[in-house]
C-alpha cells in the first residue's frame, strides 16, 4: 500500500511541474498576442513602452478565468484517467 | 568539438531506443506449451530486469525468488520462454498485480503440436539468454491461426503522446529562449 501512496504522491509532483510550465508558457503566448494587438491598433505608440505594459497587464488579470486556463487543470486529470485505465486493461481485460 | 557533439546524440538515440523496446508492450504470435514456477536466483546484474523486490515477491536468504514462467512455441518452430511476475505500483508502469490469473489463463490455453490453440502474448522486456533474463507476460489473448498477428495499439498510441509531447516542450522552448519568463514574473 505504501508504495501505491508513493505512486500517487510522484504522479502528483509531476503533474504540478508540468502544469506550472504549461502555465507560464500559455501566458507567455498570450501576453505575445496581446502585445502584438496593441502594436496593431496604435501603430504610433507601438514598441514596449509604459502604456502597452499597462494594457497588457490588464488584459492578463482575467487570464485564469479563460477556458484555455481552465482546461490547463486537465493536466490533472487525464494522466490519472491514463493509469486507471491502464490497470483496467492490463487487470481485468 | 562537432564530432564529440554528433557522438552524444546518437549515443542518446540509441538509449531511448533502447528504452522504448524494452518498456514498450510487444506482441507475439505464440502458442503455449508449459507453465511452471521455479526457484530463480536474482543477481545484480540482472536484478533491474525482474520485478522490483516490494511488489508482492518473496525472496529467500540466498537471494531466490519464486517466479512463474510460461514457455511458448513460435510458428517458426523457436521457442520462446515469458516471466510472469507482478509489477505492482512501480516501474515499468503497467500496474499488473494479476499474474496468478494470468498463470492459470496460460495453464488453461496450454496445447500441443497436434491440435495447436495459437495465442498473442503481450510482453515487454528482453530475452537475455545470458544474463538469464525473460520479457514479462501482461496479457494473453486467443487466435484464429498462427498467421494472425494483432495490431499493438497500446505502443502506438503512447508513441504518439510521446511525440506530441515533445512537440509541446520544443514549443515552450523556443518560446522561453525568444521571450524569458516574462508572462511569468511581474515587471519592475
Known amino acids: 500500500m505504501a508504495a501505491f501512496f508513493r505512486l500517487i504522491l510522484f504522479l502528483l509532483i509531476a503533474e504540478t511541474v508540468f502544469y506550472l510550465l504549461l502555465r507560464v508558457y500559455l501566458r507567455s503566448l498570450r501576453r505575445e498576442r496581446l502585445e502584438q494587438i496593441w502594436d496593431e491598433r496604435h501603430p504610433a505608440m507601438a514598441g514596449n513602452g509604459a502604456a502597452r505594459r499597462a494594457f497588457v497587464r490588464r488584459s492578463m488579470t482575467h487570464f485564469d478565468k479563460t477556458l484555455k486556463s481552465r482546461l490547463l487543470l486537465l493536466v490533472f486529470v487525464l494522466p490519472n484517467l491514463a493509469v486507471m485505465g491502464i490497470i483496467y486493461w492490463v487487470n481485468w481485460q | ?188
Not at chain 2, 14 to 32: E, G, Q, W
Not at chain 2, 157 to 181: K, P
Open chain 2, 1 to 188: 568539438m562537432h564530432y564529440f557533439k554528433v557522438a552524444v546524440g546518437v549515443l542518446f538515440g540509441i538509449a531511448v531506443f533502447l528504452f522504448l523496446d524494452y518498456a514498450l508492450p510487444s506482441k507475439n504470435t505464440v502458442r503455449i506449451t508449459n507453465t511452471y514456477n521455479r526457484l530463480t536466483s536474482v543477481t545484480a546484474s540482472n536484478a533491474i530486469f525482474y520485478a522490483s523486490d516490494n511488489t508482492g515477491t518473496v525472496e529467500n536468504a540466498a537471494g531466490q525468488r519464486d517466479v512463474r514462467f510460461i514457455e511458448t512455441v513460435r510458428p517458426n518452430g523457436k521457442v520462446f520462454v515469458y516471466r510472469n511476475e507482478d509489477t505492482g505500483w512501480i516501474w515499468p508502469p503497467y500496474f499488473k498485480y494479476d499474474s496468478a490469473n494470468l498463470q492459470a489463463e496460460a495453464t488453461n490455453l496450454q496445447s500441443g503440436r497436434d491440435n495447436p490453440q495459437w495465442v498473442s502474448v503481450t510482453a515487454y522486456g528482453w530475452r537475455m539468454a545470458w544474463l538469464s533474463t525473460y520479457p514479462n507476460a501482461v496479457s494473453i489473448d486467443t487466435l484464429a491461426g498462427p498467421d494472425e498477428r494483432p495490431r499493438n495499439w497500446a505502443a502506438s498510441i503512447i508513441c504518439v503522446v510521446l511525440l506530441m509531447l515533445l512537440a509541446l516542450i520544443w514549443r515552450m522552448w523556443a518560446q522561453f529562449q525568444e521571450r524569458g519568463l516574462s508572462g511569468w514574473r511581474r515587471r519592475p
